[in-house]
């Protein structure tokens, strides 16, 4: 699971992806409803890699988090929790047994599990160990198809051209009348 490019907007419903950048902020499209927004530089944005979960000994990574919740609904949805807080404590605690239950909110686990059902929906969750997920994606990688061509890299810039490119034409001298007779 990378979480790498997903982003949470403060002020926005639901969770964005990062297209690119622009020189007054960036754009992002909505997982949810596919539209694309621009962002300014002044807006709250957080990554999700950048999220983690109060716990009594240390902090967990988000991504953990979501490998765990992935791992007992078997990568599949969560159920609905309204504003029951004793319902969503309870079901966090089977998540993450040493969550910290004084710094972690209610909104905070149904925050949690609202970012989870909607990359659950996209496909974007695995209950898989990053380590696993990366071996496997590389191995995908290095094995390229039967029929592909090898890639063609970029052509290097000869010396000439590239001096060529990048020296400014200097202007040609004034003509000037010569006074003398």
Avoid: C, H
């Avoid at 949470?8 to 539209?35: C, H, M, W």
């Avoid at 089977?94 to 710094?103: C, G, V």
């Amino acid at each position: 699971m990378n979480l790498d490019k997903i982003l949470a907007i403060s002020g926005k419903p639901g969770l964005y992806a990062l297209k690119l950048q622009t020189r007054t902020g960036f754009v992002a499209e909505s997982l949810v409803d596919g539209k694309k927004i621009t962002v300014g530089l002044r807006s709250n944005v957080s990554l999700l890699s950048e999220i983690s979960m109060y716990t009594y000994s240390e902090e967990k990574p988000l991504a953990e988090v979501m490998r765990n919740i992935a791992k007992k609904e078997n990568n599949g949805p969560t159920p609905a929790f309204k504003d029951d807080k004793a319902l969503l404590s309870a079901y966090f605690v089977e998540i993450l047994p040493d969550y910290d239950q004084e710094r972690v909110y209610a909104s905070d686990i149904k925050k949690v599990i609202n970012w989870y059902n909607i990359l659950q929906s996209k496909g974007l969750v695995s209950s898989e160990a990053p380590a696993a997920a990366e071996t496997k994606a590389k191995a995908e990688k290095a094995a390229p198809a039967p029929d592909a061509k090898p890639a063609k890299g970029p052509k290097a810039a000869t010396p000439k051209a590239a001096g060529a490119a990048s020296a400014k034409k200097a202007p040609a001298p004034k003509a000037t009348k010569s006074t003398k007779k």
